[in-house]
């Protein structure tokens, strides 16, 4: 194996299909259930109920190893039950100790890991010389293998997650008002408590399909990033479980593609190194990188949007300041003089001046700027909005005359024309401020 | 060994016994058996993990100590290509925790997870428990990577889980010791300031104590806890460690004080008695089982036991107060 593995081949080739298939489905169910703990912000208890199936796992394997060893095909479906019924046990523990015991969230859902995984390590440790094969198996769980899975496990994984999905498509307006609101829900007669509960076996019953392909430690990733990047995209519900799910798909996919190739192409680099990417890990890492790029160009909630808009607020408050500084001086002005007065870095204070000068604000001539007609009105304007504001703290809100002046310097930027008008109807459009100045009328 | 043969009881008298000797001067460091060597790795490791996790869990931070517990993984990573590539030259040589990683390893990791968990908190403003998660788990997932790269083995895992207490020597037993004293020193040192930054952190404000220093200094303690005992013992160990005693002592006390004491505490008698039953298992029953995982086991059972017997907060105390005060609601003569 030298060349690399074209993409359509990891559904084609026998050896890759049911890895692949397998891992793309388990990352489907996980980003599914991500939304619901998103929502509710529960999203670390994927960490302590992935940690809880630990003993579950050790405990079938060691029945396994004394019953079953005849029947092989046995194998997977005890080792789910097993999973399953001590995540659930996790589960129960930790409503216990916050409700009964009053312990904080976060102790209790790290009481469950570490005392699950230790019990784990407990019963592991009875099979560790007495069958230290069987003892391979539990460990493949903490890392998980996906590439040693079989067509059985894919048709398993499908019929589970097929579950997850129906369970959310039949009762997505109930999880909606559960997600959103749970006493009025509860008001409204719905039965919150069952519905509570299936949730959170279906979580349960994510967290153990991922377990067998990214491993016990790595499964509460998948519980949090496609959600996380899901959010950044979208406010609505419905979509967010759509774009949850694509990108659980994607980075199940990518996941394995980049273990696989990744690792031939290191061999072809560097022979002597024989490194094999583990995929667990790689998935993840696909999916934090999915979610890192949502967080920072989504298209509303994105950093960048953020800082854009700031950046554009500043920019805009900057330049009405430089305007209304011109109209009170009066006369034409040198850059280098602009640039004192406003103690502004020289680029952007050259940036800004451009802009002035495309919105057709100010002119040069013989290397003074001077104010255009429009940016005379403009001018005209924010001052009228500073003094009008001026105006209405002075009269309606019992502002001192000499208070008034900081507020208004910042509200003078924000005051939209409409909010203008009402206010100048409110105030039967005054002619002089508090300090006695004259207000600019209206249209300039 | 001179533990060998022994049942529970027996384990603990020649314990005390050893212990007595060692104290009256009849026994040097030399002359300890590996088991004496097991439980003193136990027990120090233990009352840091108690004294750390007592701020932690009133902080409601010990998500954050499990989040260190997953980062010192590519904290030690790290930490190791730095020494080995920049101060020894030997990229070959395997991962071994010395004093230079320890502290290199335990810097990096405490401030990539605080840092980073701010900054996607912060910064790209995703909801507290999903940054949480998500830096951890990421961390974790390159560790693996890099791990799997330089060791060419991604199966590092049942060591660093846990641990190895059948093989622990004296290096161990310095480095639990130098963990212990600097843990209880900056207890007693900082005591106040982790007091005000834990219950009031408006307070501390106004005192001028820095809330972002502590709790970084916090984590630092915690994730150098975590590396120094991740040979002798395991990450889930320390964990358990430090969740579970601290919890147990709350159920007894209010006070922060006596619960630091009860949280030492049980979590020393934890540790005796699980390497007491481990070697009980041994010899008796000729089963080998993991002294970590006993030390999880009894830690639970100890807070099991409290939390049903505990004199105010316990399930059985409030069950018998509740009949009680309805008997009397019921009769008020």
Known sequence: ?444 | MSYWGLNFFGVIKHFFYTFASFIAGNCSIENLAIDEIQVLVLVFIGISCALIGSFLVLRKMTMLANSISHTILIGIVIAHVILQWFFFKDIEKPFQIDMQLLMLASFISSLLTLFLTDFFNRVLKLQKDASIGLVFTVLFAIGIVLVTIFTRNSHIGSEIIMGNIDMVHKDDLKIALFLLLSNVLLTVVFFKEYLITSFDSNFAKLSKISNWAFTYLLLLQTSATVIGALRAVGVVLVLALIVIPPLTARLYTNRLRSMILLACLTSALGAIIAVALSRHFLSVYGLPLSTAGLVVVCQFFIWGASVLFAPKKGVLAKYFFNAVSRVTAANPS
């Open chain 1, 1 to 444: 194996m030298n060349k690399l593995i074209p993409f359509w081949e990891f559904f084609t080739d026998p050896v890759l299909q049911a890895s692949t298939i397998s891992s793309m489905l388990m990352c489907l169910a996980s980003s599914i259930m991500a939304v619901i703990v998103f929502i509710k912000r529960r999203s670390l208890i994927g960490e302590a109920l992935s940690h809880a199936t630990y003993p579950g796992i050790a405990l079938s394997v060691l029945m396994c190893a004394g019953l079953f060893t005849k029947a092989p095909g046995v194998f997977p479906f005890v080792l789910l039950i097993g999973a399953l019924i001590s995540s659930l046990l996790g589960m129960r523990l930790i409503t216990f100790m916050e409700e009964k015991l009053s312990v904080k969230s976060d102790s209790a859902l790290c009481f469950v890991l570490s005392t699950f995984l230790g019990f784990g390590v407990f019963f592991a440790s009875r099979l560790q010389f007495s069958h230290p094969i069987w003892f391979q198996k539990i460990q493949m769980f903490l890392y998980g293998q996906a590439a040693t899975m079989l067509s059985i496990h894919v048709i398993l994984y499908a019929i589970l997650t097929l579950i997850i999905a129906l369970f959310v498509v039949f009762l997505f307006y109930q999880i909606q008002a559960i997600g959103f609101d749970k006493m009025y829900t509860k008001v409204l007669g719905l039965r919150v408590n069952l519905i509570e509960s299936l949730t959170l076996i279906l979580i349960v019953i994510a967290v153990v399909i991922g377990i067998r392909s990214v491993g016990v430690v790595l499964m509460s990733g998948m519980l949090i990033a496609p959600a996380a990047a899901a959010r950044q995209l979208t406010n609505n519900l419905s979509k967010m479980f759509l774009f949850s799910g694509l990108f659980g798909v994607i980075s199940g996919f990518l996941g394995n593609y980049f273990s696989v190739n990744l690792s031939i192409y290191l061999m072809q680099v560097r022979p002597l190194w024989r490194v094999s990417l583990p995929t667990g890990p790689m998935i993840l890492i696909v999916a934090a990188c999915i979610t890192f790029l949502c967080l920072i160009l989504a298209p509303n909630r994105g950093l960048v949007t953020r800082l854009y808009r700031r950046q554009k607020f500043q920019l805009k408050v900057l330049r009405e300041n430089i305007l209304k500084e011109m109209y009170k001086t009066g006369s034409g002005q040198s850059f280098i003089q602009l640039g004192r007065r406003h103690r502004i870095f020289a680029p952007i204070l050259l940036i800004v001046v451009c802009l002035m000068r495309l919105q057709g604000w100010i002119s040069k001539e013989n290397k003074l700027y001077i104010l255009s007609d429009k940016g005379t009105k403009k001018a005209c304007r924010i001052i009228r909005l500073h003094r009008l504001w001026e105006v209405y703290l002075y009269t309606h809100l019992g502002y001192l005359a000499e208070n008034v002046h900081k507020s208004a310097e910042e509200m003078e930027h924000i005051i939209t024309p409409n909010l203008e008008k009402k206010l100048s109807q409110l105030l039967k459009d005054p002619k002089l401020d508090p300090h006695d100045q004259i207000i600019p009328a209206g249209d300039g």
